[in-house]
């Protein structure tokens, strides 16, 4: 993290953090860590991935009428996955998430492009009173990883202001499909 644009060399993006927002990757990876059944045995996911990119609108403890707007950016091993061939394919396992905790799916995974790089990407929302929650889960394949972008906010601008922060080493900006 420098003057608010995070840069993975590995993958090769940077993403753009709106001002004042909370970093909190380090809380979500020891929460992973410490992920366990009753037996006191690691999860099958602990250990196979980890976030290397957790930031939100606000901290969690200060409530607030609009949506805690987030980015969080994950490499899972793609072992964890069997079969798993191509970025699309880690959209089963992703809307089965996202319908557990009450996303409506709002648009399939379909390929979408940041620059020169495809990517694969699912819209969901979830109505919650008044507001609606929005997640847009953009998905890719390197070096034996899943790479996960995924962006939560209480509107589609929202969204795609945050998703257009994402950039791949020498691509332009976002843009839609």
């Known amino acids: 993290m420098k003057n608010g644009i995070y840069r993975n060399a590995e993958f090769g993006f940077t993403c753009k953090i709106p001002a004042g927002w909370v970093l909190r990757t ?3 990876n020891s929460q992973q860590d410490d992920a366990g059944d009753e037996s006191g045995e690691k999860s099958k996911a602990a250990g196979t991935g980890h976030v290397l990119l957790a930031t ?4 969690p403890e200060a409530r607030g009428e609009d949506v805690n707007s987030s980015v969080v950016i994950a490499v899972e091993n793609v072992s964890a996955y069997p079969g798993l061939k191509e970025a699309a394919q880690y959209f089963g396992p992703v809307t089965e998430i996202a ?6 799916i709002a648009n399939e995974p379909y390929e979408f492009a ?10 969901f929302q979830e109505d919650i009173g ?6 847009s889960t953009l998905a890719m394949l390197a070096r034996g990883y ?15 202001e ?15 499909h």
Request: hydrophobic share 35%; no cysteine; charged share 30%.
């Open 26 to 28: 380090d809380e979500m």
């Open 130 to 135: 008044k507001r609606v929650l929005m997640q």
């Open 56 to 59: 939100f609108s606000r901290p």
């Open 114 to 123: 940041i620059g020169t790089k495809n990517l694969v990407r699912g819209d």
């Open 162 to 176: 945050l998703i257009g922060g994402l950039n791949f080493a020498g691509g332009p900006k976002a843009s839609a």
């Open 99 to 104: 319908e557990d905790r009450g996303f409506d």
């Open 146 to 160: 899943v790479v996960s972008f995924t962006f939560i906010g209480g509107t589609e601008d929202e969204i795609e």
